[in-house]
């Protein structure tokens, strides 16, 4: 018997209980990878670090070359929700319709 048949034959409360160990488990092994590689980027403060610097003022080093990789990255992600909400929208449309005609279909209102 395979993993995915034990985990369908279980109950609805131990398939929950398990699902929720397991988001856990990747929530916890996620924050800890991200604390690891926060540690490891860290640079080593300098006096220079502790005083403000305008964004116009500061070497091309340092400036933030991520940006249109951040504005790519929501825009993907709020793409794939806009697109899920509409899924479940357009099904939920079917699934009402569905519902109208089986109660015409059994003489309810």
Same mark, same amino acid.
């Given at each position: @018997?395979?993993? %995915?048949?034990? @985990?369908?034959?279980?109950?609805?409360?131990a398939r929950a209980r398990l699902?929720? !160990? +397991?988001?856990?488990? %990747?929530?916890?092994?996620?924050?800890? &990878? +991200?604390?690891?590689?926060?540690?490891?980027?860290?640079?080593?403060?300098? +006096? &220079?670090?502790? $005083?403000? =610097?305008? !964004?116009?003022?500061?070497?091309?080093? $340092?400036?933030?070359?991520?940006?249109?990789?951040? !504005?790519?990255?929501?825009? %993907? +992600?709020?793409?794939?929700?806009?697109?899920? =909400?509409? @899924?479940?929208?357009?099904?939920?449309?079917?699934?009402? &319709?569905?519902?109208? $005609?089986?109660?015409?279909?059994?003489?309810?209102?």
């Open positions: @018997m395979t993993f %995915v048949t034990r @985990m369908v034959r279980l109950r609805r409360p699902s929720l !160990i +397991a988001l856990l488990l %990747v929530l916890w092994t996620a924050g800890s &990878a +991200a604390l690891r590689a926060q540690d490891a980027q860290a640079p080593p403060t300098s +006096a &220079a670090q502790d $005083e403000y =610097v305008p !964004i116009d003022q500061l070497p091309e080093s $340092e400036k933030l070359p991520a940006a249109p990789y951040l !504005i790519a990255a929501y825009s %993907v +992600a709020w793409g794939a929700i806009l697109i899920y =909400v509409w @899924m479940l929208w357009r099904r939920l449309g079917q699934v009402e &319709a569905e519902l109208r $005609e089986a109660r015409r279909s059994a003489g309810g209102r």
